[in-house]
């Protein structure tokens, strides 16, 4: 299995929904990822789980709240977003932190009205 | 600061000729360069990578260069194909500077277009 699979496909939302995205995979990873890709730009890094311990967190605002509950599950919780924050939400996961192939989900794709 | 470029928005080829993809970086700590692949509504998918200690890495039609002295890395697809029709993203890493772990940068991306 190399695959990793993300829920739901497709997500709207009002500004004051609280709602939850999910990523799952089942290579074994240790390392899993989110990435925000807006149209026609490339993927920006959002966060970065290592053995289920947060990493990196690359400034990302508070509205987005990321959970690791186990080794192949990922989740990113949206609470009060703004519309600017409307893209693709992009999961990924790689064998561990050393290596630098990652491999992606097919992504979320996010509307804030 | 953009240290990841790729100054071909789009890239048009005729079936079974080459497809040459261009990326150039500036943060000299890059150590390892990977090239993705993106259809639409689907997530990028990994294609092949070299690392910094390498000049050349080749995975059947694909071959990718790298001239660090020029800060250069290329894609060449040989023979092109309709199916290869997709964005093609460059990435790079500096995995050795520790905080930097599991940071992809990616370039804006190509858009390569083969016709039949």
């Known amino acids: 299995d190399t695959e990793v699979t993300q829920t739901p496909k497709h997500l709207v939302m009002g500004m004051t929904n609280k709602k939850s995205l999910k990523c799952e995979q089942h290579?074994?990873?240790?390392?899993m990822y989110w990435y925000k890709q807006k149209a026609k730009k490339p993927p920006e890094l959002m966060f970065v789980?290592?053995?289920?311990?947060?990493?990196i967190n690359e400034s990302v605002p508070s509205r987005f709240s990321p959970e690791c509950p186990n080794s192949s599950l990922l989740n990113l919780h949206l609470h009060a977003l703004q519309p600017e924050d409307s893209a693709l939400y992009l999961c990924?996961?790689?064998?561990?932190?050393?290596?630098?192939?990652?491999?992606f989900g097919p992504g979320t794709r996010l509307t804030v009205t | 600061d953009q240290q990841v470029k790729q100054n071909s928005p789009s890239l048009s080829v005729q079936e079974g000729r080459i497809s040459i993809l261009n990326c150039d970086y500036t943060?000299?700590?890059?150590?390892?360069f990977l090239w993705y692949k993106k259809y639409p509504a689907e997530g990028p998918t990994f294609l092949i990578s070299?690392?910094?200690?390498?000049d050349k890495n080749e995975d059947g039609r694909f071959t990718v260069f790298l001239n660090k002295s020029a800060k250069h890395l290329s894609l060449h697809i040989v023979p092109s194909q309709p199916g290869d029709s997709a964005v093609y993203f460059c990435?790079?890493?500096?995995?050795?500077?520790?905080?930097?772990?599991?940071?992809?940068?990616f370039g804006q991306g190509t858009i390569l277009t083969v016709h039949p």
């Open positions: 789980y290592s053995y289920e311990k947060l990493s």
């Open positions: 290579m074994g990873h240790r390392a």
């Open positions: 943060n000299s700590m890059f150590d390892y």
């Open positions: 990435a790079a890493s500096a995995a050795a500077g520790g905080t930097s772990y599991g940071k992809l940068t």
């Open positions: 070299i690392s910094s200690i390498k």
């Open positions: 990924a996961s790689s064998q561990d932190l050393t290596a630098y192939e990652q491999y």
